[in-house]
């Protein structure tokens, strides 16, 4: 198939599930990517937000929208994300993983760092969604390569879409003036800067195989990545990078002190 009917692939940053239905620069730039990437027959989802042991996919007809966090308003657990499941995806997903096995799952659904981007990229639901697993008892190069093989599924008009946050670090939050109507508001302490200006230096650079050792990049690098489960999502992302392509970044801003909203698209 030529490349020119190869889907992007997608990396954003989510921030609080509250951008799911709050008007922000963030959701704002969410919708005009859903207004401009190429209609996809499918979205497959790295969320930072389901951790297994092994690998799994959803594989239901239709996945629950699931509300996977605590002391937000009730309006945001009202919210329902209806699109399809893709069992046919699902299948697809275990073929082109293979020898690696995986699970195709009928209990998770849709977590919030998967639908509280679609719901403003896609707000009719009108695209199937799957999910797959990030397996935690794996090092970042198994979730790197995993990302390696499924770019196949680009070609059948599959958007990848990784969902995390590169720089996260809840415990070091700082909100400015502590008003959490600024929770929002750019603002990065110094070393989550630090940190976010050094992981855009190698990706620009295309060093992934630093960025997969990112644990022995200095003490600033194991404060902006205290726990792996929403740095790895990226990383599939960029194993899905082909030669040739280019990647263009959105939301590249630091927030809450230590928290990046950086996303990017490859095309």
């Known amino acids: ?44 989802c790295i969320s930072a937000h389901w951790e297994t042991c092994g690998t799994a996919t959803t594989a239901m007809l239709q996945p629950r929208t699931i509300h996977d966090f605590g002391g937000f308003p009730n309006a945001l657990y009202e919210v329902k994300y209806p699109a399809s499941g893709s069992p046919g995806l699902a299948e697809a997903v275990r073929d082109v993983v293979a020898p690696i096995p995986v699970t195709l799952d009928q209990d998770w659904g849709l977590d919030h760092g998967c639908w509280s981007v679609l719901l403003q990229m896609y707000p009719q639901a009108d695209i199937p969604v799957a999910q797959i697993s990030l397996d935690y008892t794996q090092p970042p190069q198994f979730h790197y390569e995993l990302g390696h093989r499924l770019a196949s599924l680009r070609e059948q008009g599959v958007l990848v879409l990784g969902s ?28 989550a800067l630090e940190v976010q200006a050094l992981f855009r230096r190698l990706i620009d650079a295309n060093d992934h195989a630093a960025l997969v050792r990112y644990s022995e990049l200095g ?3 194991q404060l902006a990545v205290p726990t792996p489960e929403h740095f790895l999502p990226m990383l599939y992302i960029l194993g899905l990078k082909q030669d040739g392509e280019t990647l263009t970044y ?18």
């Open 250 to 267: 959105f939301n590249d801003v630091a927030m809450a002190g230590s928290i990046t909203m950086t996303g990017f698209v490859v095309q």
């Open 164 to 191: 995390g946050n590169i720089v996260h670090n809840l415990r070091r939050v700082v909100v400015p003036g502590n008003n959490y109507e600024r929770f929002n508001e750019p603002f990065g302490l110094e070393w």
């Open 219 to 221: 003490p600033a690098v």
């Open 1 to 44: 198939m030529p490349d020119k009917l190869r889907m992007p692939a997608l990396f954003v940053g989510h921030g609080s599930p509250m951008n799911a239905i709050e008007e922000n620069s963030y959701s704002q730039t969410w919708r005009t990517l859903g207004r401009t990437l190429p209609h996809p027959k499918a979205i497959l």
